[in-house]
């Protein structure tokens, strides 16, 4: 319970134009970023269409959920062999699985401006649940939340067939969400 307290009020104290605010609007300017490892290389691509819905409340995360989804056909891997193929079969399969998405229930406070996010992952038919730790912090009246992970891309069937030797490409897709959110 004392930690509880004590992370509330560092909260509290870091974002204190957060306080008894709630964001439910996502700006322009929110991203959905990935990476991969080709023999050492690392290629970095995003997502140019992403949609959001949520509601955040720094101060009582007990409420607060939050779903991210992006188009799969809007990967774009730096140039039209690569999109090809992340967009294809082998990878993200768009033609069968037009959406990826994250949908998050729970929003566990660790320490001044983290949160543990905890929900459900799914792309390519496949659906587990994802914790990810996210950062908040500021930026003018509105708030940037941020949140780094790895997808173990065989558990999720990304990057099938020849593809799936992770000594060609690796084992983890570094992913990268940045949320620009206003309040109401």
Sequence with gaps: MLRHVAIALAVAAVLPAARATTYTRVLSGSTVSFSATQMGVTMPGHFSRMSAQVAFDPTHAAADHLTVRVDTASADGGSSQTTALITGADWLDAAHHPQASFVASRFTPDGANRWWVDGTFQVKGHSAPLRVLATARPQGADLALDADFDLKRLQWGLGSGA?????????????????????H
């Design 163 to 183: 593809w799936a030797d992770t000594s060609v490409v690796g084992a983890a897709l570094p992913i990268h969400v940045h949320l620009l959110l206003a309040a």
